[in-house]
């Protein structure tokens, strides 16, 4: 007899913002968004990459003010590119869609999407600990970041990082005066190292992988390191590849600097055009891969 299993699943919220813009599509025609990840309220072992794709379904010009402007009505929809869990996926855009005073529709609001894959509902106890973010009242720490003040609770960053833990705990003049100084950060890249640590989840990941990675190394925050990391092979570029190859030696990361290597050896006779010469003189173990891995193929 055929035993069958079922779980009943709950659904994590996820939150994306998509800006397009200008956006001037024609009817039939498809967008679609970078590649967004997370994890599911179960645990770090439910991983999932997902992204969207904008149909506009019609297209007309009406009358605005005296002049023309197009008008969009649009559908929008998820696509899982990877998972290792059976999902399904809806999404919700809010507030609605905005348009410039040139009648171009540029962008969608925040996009909500539903995934259906953990069994706890985790949105609220994420919002609650977002409150906290730079709550000063609440605060038992300041951080200091360049010109800018964050204020922080030590035992949420003593439990998410052991680096914040150890800091701590060690009798350092951080943990005396409740007060630390970074140096080594820009505050933009560090106020999402704080968002991560609080609610597990980044925005603009898209302009500050890199700089993510190496902060995710040195606090030691081993998901948002994979974050950055997905992200980074997804997006290889021949403007960012010497980069990304160079962090990804530096911090060990062998998945990204292998796809590194590989693209650069798939598009070698382009990478003249980039700063290739100063690449070879500052990284001459690197440049002794990359031949390696062209005389192997």
């Not at 970078?34 to 599911?40: A, Q």
């Not at 794709?53 to 929809?77: C, G, M, P, W, Y």
């Not at 292998?258 to 700063?275: E, W």
Request: net charge negative.
């Amino acid at each position: 007899m055929e035993l069958i299993c079922k779980t009943d699943c709950t659904s994590t919220v996820f939150h994306n913002r998509w800006e397009i813009a200008p956006f001037d599509c024609e009817q039939g025609e498809q967008l679609p968004s970078d590649v967004f990840h997370g994890y599911s309220a179960h645990g770090s072992d439910y991983e999932v990459a997902w992204h969207y794709i904008l149909e506009v379904t019609e297209s007309d010009q009406v009358l605005h003010h005296n002049r023309f402007v197009k008008r969009h009505a649009v559908k929008i929809t998820t696509v899982i590119d990877a998972c290792n869990a059976q999902l399904e996926a809806c999404v919700e855009l809010e507030p609605g869609v905005y348009h410039d005073n040139d009648g171009k529709y540029k962008s969608f609001g925040k996009t909500k999407s539903g995934l259906q894959f953990g069994p706890i509902l985790i949105s609220e106890v994420l919002e609650n600990y977002a409150s906290l973010l730079s709550n000063e009242q609440l605060s038992d720490v300041t951080i200091h970041v360049d010109q800018k003040k964050f204020y922080a609770q030590r035992a949420i960053l003593s439990v998410r990082s052991p680096v914040f833990a150890a800091m701590f705990q060690s009798g350092m003049q951080e943990s005396a005066l409740n007060r630390i100084v970074i140096e080594d950060i820009e505050p933009d890249v560090f106020e999402e190292v704080l968002r991560f640590i609080y609610v597990g989840k980044v925005m603009g990941l898209e302009r500050m992988a890199h700089e993510l990675l190496a902060a995710a190394d040195k606090y030691a925050l081993d998901r948002l390191r994979k974050m950055c990391e997905r992200h980074l092979i997804d997006h290889i570029t021949q403007e960012t590849v010497l980069k990304t190859l160079a962090l990804a030696d530096l911090y060990h990361a062998e998945e990204l600097k292998k796809q590194a290597v590989r693209f650069i050896c798939d598009n070698i006779k382009l990478m003249q055009s980039t700063d290739w010469k100063a690449f070879v003189d500052s990284h001459p173990d690197l440049v002794v891969v990359i031949l390696s891995a062209m005389t192997i193929d």
